[in-house]
Nanobody
Framework: QVQLVESGGRLVQAGGSLRLSCVAS????????MRWFRRAPGKEREFVAA????????YTGDSVKGRFTISRDNVENTVYLQMNSLKPEDTAVYYC?????????????WGQGTQVTVSS
């Protein structure tokens, strides 16, 4: 069973930086793409960034463009989200989602989330 585990969230002051990590593990699998989402209190889930695992091409949501960068480590099966110039409105639980082939099926897997809190 594939599992995704996020880490790196914490309390940070506005203007600061954080790097989130999401590690995929569990048997034999191939990653097609990884995405970061976030959910702020009282708001709907929001797309943050995505990366194609084979090509490394990335796509970033408009609300974080120019501040957040997604990257990957193919060997460690880890996706990162580098977050700079953080704002209080970036406060949310951040989740990674992986599009993963395990056996004959391709499925989406979610991590448990990591809390990011940005103080003003």
């Amino acid at each position: 069973q594939v599992q995704l585990v996020e880490s790196g969230g914490r309390l940070v002051q506005a203007g600061g930086s954080l790097r989130l990590s999401c590690v995929a593990s569990g048997g034999t699998f191939s990653i097609y793409a990884m995405r970061w989402f976030r959910r702020a209190p009282g708001k709907e889930r929001e797309f943050v960034a995505a990366i194609n695992w084979s090509t490394g091409s990335t796509y970033t949501g408009d609300s974080v463009k120019g501040r957040f960068t997604i990257s990957r480590d193919n060997v460690e099966n880890t996706v990162y989200l580098q977050m700079n110039s953080l704002k209080p409105e970036d406060t949310a639980v951040y989740y990674c989602r992986g599009q993963v082939r395990a056996g004959v099926s391709v499925s989406d897997y979610w991590g448990q989330g990591t809390q990011v809190t940005v103080s003003s």
